[in-house]
T-cell receptor, first 113, second 115 residues
Framework: QKEVEQNSGPLSVPEGAIASLNCTYS??????FFWYRQYSGKSPELIMS????GDKEDGRFTAQLNKASQYVSLLIRDSQPSDSATYLC?????????????FGKGTKLSVKP | DTAVSQTPKYLVTQMGNDKSIKCEQN?????MYWYKQDSKKFLKIMFS???????INETVPNRFSPKSPDKAHLNLHINSLELGDSAVYFC??????????????FGDGTRLSIL
């Protein structure tokens, strides 16, 4: 069974703090990893993609990938109340043209002013 | 605007009815998808089409039938609606197939409520 696991939260952090969101996946051959943000009642919005081991930074967001540990994380620096949302980790399972994007159940983040 | 657009945004109907949801993308993408997000917010793929050809068909009741008249459109028809079909249905698209590692872009969702 191909799975993507996330802590459902809620994760509560004060404004200005670093929020750390974690995700593990079961398929060792997965090649691509995505973080989506979903506000309540809205559609998922892509915020980061990562394909290689290490860190990838984009503004206040840093994605970290460790394929050996089958672990991907998202750090949000200087958290703002507008970052309050559910963050979905998505992993391309199987690879090849018949791959399938599997989503975790999401971590709900709450940033308190 | 370039986007993935789906209609209707809200759909309220009686159990046993047949309904359709339409999706169109003008991003020039090759692959389109239908996802179901249940009340617990779990987002699960239902179907995927690449250039009008079905490439992913997850374990979905055959009451659900997708149709892709061209690569910019993917519609979803649902027969004999059941209470458990109540959910938000998202259409998405990507450049290339899932195996090409391209991200997917989502429409705004259709909120289906079965009475």
């Amino acid at each position: 069974q191909k799975e993507v696991e996330q802590n459902s939260g809620p994760l509560s952090v004060p404004e200005g703090a670093i929020a750390s969101l974690n995700c593990t996946y079961s398929d060792r051959v997965s090649q691509s990893f995505f973080w989506y943000r979903q506000y309540s009642g809205k559609s998922p919005e892509l915020i980061m993609s990562i394909y290689s081991n290490g860190d990838k930074e984009d503004g206040r967001f840093t994605a970290q990938l460790n394929k050996a540990s089958q672990y991907v994380s998202l750090l949000i620096r200087d958290s703002q109340p507008s970052d309050s949302a559910t963050y979905l980790c998505a992993v391309n399972m199987y690879g090849g043209s018949q791959g399938n994007l599997i989503f975790g159940k999401g971590t709900k983040l709450s940033v308190k002013p | 605007d370039t986007a993935v657009s789906q209609t209707p945004k809200y759909l309220v109907t009686q159990m046993g009815n047949d309904k359709s949801i339409k999706c169109e993308q003008n991003l020039g993408h090759d692959t389109m998808y239908w996802y179901k997000q249940d009340s617990k917010k779990f987002l699960k793929i239902m179907f995927s089409y690449n250039n009008k050809e079905l490439i992913i068909n997850e374990t979905v009741p055959n009451r659900f039938s997708p149709k892709s008249p061209d690569k910019a459109h993917l519609n979803l028809h649902i027969n004999s609606l059941e209470l458990g079909d109540s959910a938000v249905y998202f259409c998405a698209s990507s450049l290339g197939t899932v195996g090409s590692n391209q991200p997917q872009h989502f429409g705004d969702g259709t909120r289906l409520s079965i009475l």
